[in-house]
Nanobody, 121 residues
Framework: VQLQASGGGLVQAGGSLRLSCAASGRTFSRNTLGWFRQAPGKEREFVVSISGSGGITYYADSVEGRFTISRDNAKNTVYLQMNSLNPEDTAVYHC???????????????WGPGTQVTVSS
């Protein structure tokens, strides 16, 4: 599985962005897709994940109610709608794929290059 994230950019606090993660491979619909982020000087942290069917999602407490993950298996794409952004959301966002439903980064086998999200105050 190859992954490519896009949609990052610079936005003011309170604004919105929509990230996309396009995947190649015929097993896309069987994989959990997750978003992780890493800010400068900080460890990578889990943001959200969605099961292969889209029926199960997990959100980090810090983004619950503001971010929404969805997927379109016909297009091999996962989306992350981010609303009410604040400067603490500034980070490089990576999408990753796992055969299991989990929130731990170590359980994800495939990672794509990240996309930068910068939120100005």
């Amino acid at each position: 599985v190859q992954l490519q994230a896009s949609g990052g950019g610079l936005v003011q606090a309170g604004g919105s962005l929509r990230l996309s993660c396009a995947a190649s491979g015929r097993t896309f619909s069987r994989n959990t897709l997750g978003w992780f982020r890493q800010a400068p000087g900080k460890e990578r942290e889990f943001v959200v994940s969605i099961s292969g069917s889209g029926g199960i999602t997990y959100y980090a407490d810090s983004v619950e109610g503001r971010f929404t993950i969805s997927r379109d298996n016909a297009k091999n794409t996962v989306y992350l709608q981010m609303n009410s952004l604040n400067p603490e959301d500034t980070a490089v966002y990576h999408c990753a794929a796992s055969p299991l439903i989990m929130t731990r980064a170590g359980g994800y086998d495939y990672w794509g290059p990240g996309t930068q999200v910068t939120v100005s105050s």
